[in-house]
């Protein structure tokens, strides 16, 4: 079945870097665009970064623009999400979607927790 | 700061009929950008639960239903049910950023 797996909790501090991967299986990867979207605790939905495997292209949010990098793995089927400069309010679950064909997140991964703590 | 504003929370009996409106600007749902909906239920990931402003995904009950009259967008959910407490987020695209955008989110609780 269509599905997206993402990888499990990470524990960063601050200043560092962290990378959650993706995986998707039971479609076609790369006529998907895929998205990255995080929650803060407590917090609403916010959207971080869009990519298309087959182009390449890549489209970041303002507030995190400079620091995250998405990047596609085709052999794999496998997305990857980079945040760098790691901050407190950087702790958040972070989602992986699936982008269809009128820009709506139709798949979501299961979620990975990041928390960035001293 | 989110540009598309929806109530903090709605409430209603079971059997009501609640709104949920998203109100944006003509840089997005006013341009003409697709509105998209989300419901989020406590510790699980968002579900898609309209998109393209009106298409319901299959396995999605028709208590749910969408519209997108000018700068705002609504989400109706008539025949309430416990199951629906949580929360729901407008999805849609701004030109300005250009990108995507979230609403605030609102907080649906069944009386």
């Known amino acids: 079945q269509v599905q997206l797996v993402q990888s499990g909790a990470e524990v960063k501090k601050p200043g560092a870097s962290v990378k959650v991967s993706c995986i998707s299986s039971?479609?076609?990867?790369?006529?998907?665009?895929h998205a990255w979207v995080r929650q803060a605790p407590g917090q609403g939905l916010e959207y971080m970064g869009r990519?298309?495997?087959?182009?390449?292209?890549?489209n970041y949010a303002q507030k995190v623009q400079g620091r995250v990098t998405v990047t596609t793995d085709t052999s794999t089927n496998t997305v990857y999400m980079e945040l760098s400069s790691l901050r407190f309010d950087d702790t958040a679950v972070y989602y992986c979607?699936?982008?269809?064909?009128?820009?709506?997140?139709?798949?979501w991964g299961q979620g990975t927790t990041v928390t960035v703590s001293s | 700061q989110s540009v598309l504003t929806q109530p903090p929370s709605v409430s209603g009996a079971p059997g009501q009929t609640v709104t949920i409106s998203c109100t944006g600007s003509n840089s997005n749902i006013g341009a003409r950008y697709f509105v998209h909906w989300y419901q989020q239920l406590p510790g699980t990931a968002p579900k898609l639960l309209i998109y393209s402003d009106a298409n319901r995904p299959s396995g999605v009950p028709d208590r749910f239903s969408g519209s997108e009259p000018g700068t705002s967008a609504s989400l109706a959910i008539t025949g309430l049910q416990a199951e629906d407490e949580g929360h729901y987020y407008c999805?849609?695209?701004?030109?300005?950023?250009?990108?995507?955008?979230f609403g605030t989110g609102t907080k649906v609780t069944v009386l």
């Open positions: 039971g479609f076609t990867f790369a006529t998907y665009d």
């Open positions: 979607a699936r982008v269809g064909r009128d820009d709506y997140m139709d798949v």
């Open positions: 999805l849609s695209f701004d030109s300005n950023l250009p990108g995507f955008v």
């Open positions: 990519v298309s495997p087959y182009s390449g292209y890549t």
